[in-house]
């Protein structure tokens, strides 16, 4: 009888598996070239069956996290000689899945950002560290098949080193898109407290790097007030364009200007801004409804009553975004950036106090839960 050992060393043919590999490569790459991702909206409306398979990315999605999860496991099983000759070949399969899953989400989530909407440092860093993670799973894939038809058992520390970041940016696009449809505070809020204060701040560094500073930034603060440093040429700091270092936790003190700051101006509008003017703007009024600037917005959509001086609960903003998620009338709707508590608390403070266009941010008394909406 066949006796194992010379069975499993005779060199197998991986044919097959490499032709699945290269037809998942090609067929990402192809995939690409056609729905190459954007990252502003889109200019003209997507064909409905693009946007039908679009809405499958939250499904696709869970291929690959379970794939690759269990591949976790099963590569740490294989670290040891015996454990690669077993499951060697069950973990390049799970591999395989696990990187077509990581396709097929990929590109269902080009398709589904071309209902425009999505914008944005969460979007921009989800989509980019997915496409960043599946490029790195799909080599990932060669190179672990590459070692294994080859017997090189060096390449496969390469290949691991190279699947476990590859999964974990992967993981890490996956949070800003978790953020996306569930709020930026989704995972953070109820962290355990030291955790939860690095948790921000890693985001608010990486956010850092993609984040446009705001339409109307703060002005800048005046000119530096000469540093008593007569010394000469401090030789010249060529700071290359570093991204902001990660923020400090406590906000800025007080600037000078701030007293001058308006609540709508400075406070409402970057909200609408942020979370609601990708729809309602100049060219694009869902529900004939405009939120770019104070005459607009107080004009409101179809329905008017849009914001009601004094009275947050009748105004039809505040009513939209208290609505359950999954009703088809909430604001921002489901799947976009949603409104954070703070920002909620701030807007209908706003709307309470009268909803004025000139109320100065010095003079306004802020509930203590809208704090967080109100950096300045
Ligand atoms: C992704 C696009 C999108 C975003 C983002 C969005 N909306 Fe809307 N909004 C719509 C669409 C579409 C309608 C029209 C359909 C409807 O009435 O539900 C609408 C309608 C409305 C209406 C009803 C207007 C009327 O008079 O009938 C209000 C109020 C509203 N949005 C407020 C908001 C607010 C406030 C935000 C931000 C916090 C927001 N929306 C963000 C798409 C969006």
Redesign the pocket.
Known sequence: MSSPSPASEAPRSYTLAWVGSLLLIVGFLIGLLAFPPMYEAPKTEAPGMVLFIGRFHPILLHLPVGALGLLCLMELLCLSRRGEESLGAAALLTLWVGAAGSVMAVLAGIMLSR???YEGGNFTLHQTLALVGTAGVLLALVVRLFSMSHANRDLMHAYRALFFSSFGLMGLGAHFGGNMSHGSKFLTEHAPEPLKSQMISVEKWMLSFVEKPKAEPAPPPPPAPEVPKPESTPAPVASAPTPTPPPPMTPAPETVSSGDKLVFQHVILP??EA??????NEE?S????R?DTYEVAMK???????IVPGKPEE???????LLPLDD??????E?????TPA?LAA?RYWIQAGASANQKVSEAQFPAEAKEAVKL
């Open positions: 209902e425009g909407g909200i609408f979370k609601c003017n990708k729809c309602h694009k869902k529900g004939d409804l939120l409101g959509g179809e329905n008017g009553n849009n105004s039809l903003t505040i009513q939209r975004i088809d009338e909430h604001m921002p709707p799947g976009k950036e949603q409104v920002e807007i």
